[in-house]
Each structure stands twice: as C-alpha cells, then as structure tokens.
C-alpha cells in the first residue's frame, strides 16, 4: 500500500539553524514521484518541488536541499540558515505516476516554527 | 500555481443548507483533483475528474456529496445537508496531463459549519 510518514510532528528552531524534515514513503511501483509542499499560515499551498523516482541526484535550491534515498525510501529536506519566514507547515506527498489519474498521497505534515 | 483558483475563500453554512465550492484549473489543464484537509492533518484524495466526467470518485463521501466538471465553466464540489464534520479546508489541483505528474494548487476554500 502506498503511505507517506513525517515522523516529525513539530520542530521548532531558532533562526539561523539548519533543519532537516524528514519523509518516508511506501510504494510497490517503480515509477513514481515524490512531492514537497509548504502551506504558510496564510493557508495555500505552494509548490516546492517534483521528483522522479529515476533521477535520485540530489536537488539544491537557494536554502533549500533536498535528499532522495531510493535505498531508505526517503526524501528528506533540509533548510539552511532557517528563517521565521519559513514557519509553516510542511507536506511530503507521493503520486504513483505509472497510473492515470492517480491522486497525491500527504504525509500528516510537519510543522515547522522558526523563532528569532 | 496562482493559476489555480478557487472561490470563496471562506464560506460559512448552517448546519443543513449547501455548500457549493468552484475550481477553474490553470490554463490549457483539463484535468481537476479535489481534497480535503481536516484540522490537524494532512490532505486527503477526494475525486478526480476530467472535462464532463468523473473518473475516480473512490475518496468521496457515499452520501452528501458530489463533484462535477462541466464542458464550460469551473468545476463544483457539492455538499449537501452539511454537517460540523463537514468544516475543512478544501483544496482543488490542476494538471496537464493524465498522470498527475503536475499538481497546481488553488488556494483553498474554507469551509466552516455553525
């Protein structure tokens, strides 16, 4: 069965640190694509990032990072030098491209508080 | 993924009246995903719908609820008789293509029930 799991409920940090969000995931196809999502306080979703299951190269973004183990089925994601704008919540999601049609799949999200 | 649009952005609805929400996808996509977002937790798949069909309605409610996607126009999520278990953020997505391998977001419809 396909799952995601963010086993982190909520982090909080002071600015300037780096964290790292973590997200396993649960899929028996080989083609897939693994998704980051940060929902501000304001409530939208905003797209952060796609991946395909065969590009496993690791994706560096100004602050952002982010880690794909086909190994450990995770796909981590790292802030450097954190920022109280980058509280929010964050989603890890899954989408079993193979098929039509097929929906994303949420982890329960992380909850991410950036004090100064 | 602001080409993603959904209205109202906060709707309040008594305990049996209906609730209608709007999607209109980005531009040039055809294919609209429907979610819901409990207090507390992540989305969760609803329907997924093409232009003047419904192709996979496995995550909808069985009673109350209902999704089209007209030839023109926005797509619509129906709630009948609404209920306080209905109060959610709904959000709808976009993609161009069958596989959902794009997945615009619209900002989201808050729904809350008194």
Redesign the interface.
């Known amino acids: 069965a396909q799952k995601v799991t963010q086993a982190q409920t909520e982090i909080s940090v002071v600015e300037k640190e780096d964290v790292t969000l973590d997200c396993v995931y649960e899929t028996r196809d080989t083609t897939y694509?693994l998704?980051w999502?940060k929902q501000p306080p304001s409530?939208?979703?905003?797209?952060l990032i796609?991946r395909?299951s065969f590009d496993e190269q690791n994706e560096i973004s100004g602050r952002y990072s982010w880690n794909f183990q086909k190994s450990t089925s995770s796909f981590n994601f790292t802030i450097t030098a954190s920022q109280v704008v980058d509280s929010a919540v964050y989603?890890c999601?899954l989408?079993e491209?193979?098929?039509?049609?097929?929906?994303?799949?949420?982890?329960?999200?992380t909850t991410l508080s950036v004090s100064s | 993924?602001a080409g993603v649009m959904q209205n109202p952005r906060h709707l309040v609805r008594r305990r049996g009246q209906e609730a209608r929400l709007r999607c209109s996808p980005m531009k040039g996509h055809s294919?609209v995903?429907w979610?819901r977002q409990l207090p507390e937790?992540?989305?969760?798949?609803m329907v997924?719908l093409?232009k003047e069909n419904i192709?996979?309605e496995s995550?909808m409610p069985k009673e109350r609820f209902s999704a089209e996607f007209p030839k023109e126009g926005p797509s619509i999520l129906r709630i009948q008789q609404v209920v306080r278990g209905d109060s959610a953020?709904y959000?709808c997505?976009s993609s161009g293509d069958?596989?959902?391998?794009?997945?615009?977001?619209?900002?989201?419809t808050?729904l809350t029930v008194v």
Request: aromatic share 24%.
């Open positions: 694509y998704f999502y409530g939208e979703l905003v797209f796609r395909n989603f999601a989408s491209a193979r098929q039509a049609g097929t929906a994303l799949i949420f982890g329960k999200g | 993924n294919h995903y979610y937790e992540g989305l969760k798949f997924y093409q192709i996979d995550g953020a959000f997505a069958r596989r959902n391998t794009e997945a615009f977001f619209g900002q989201g808050r």
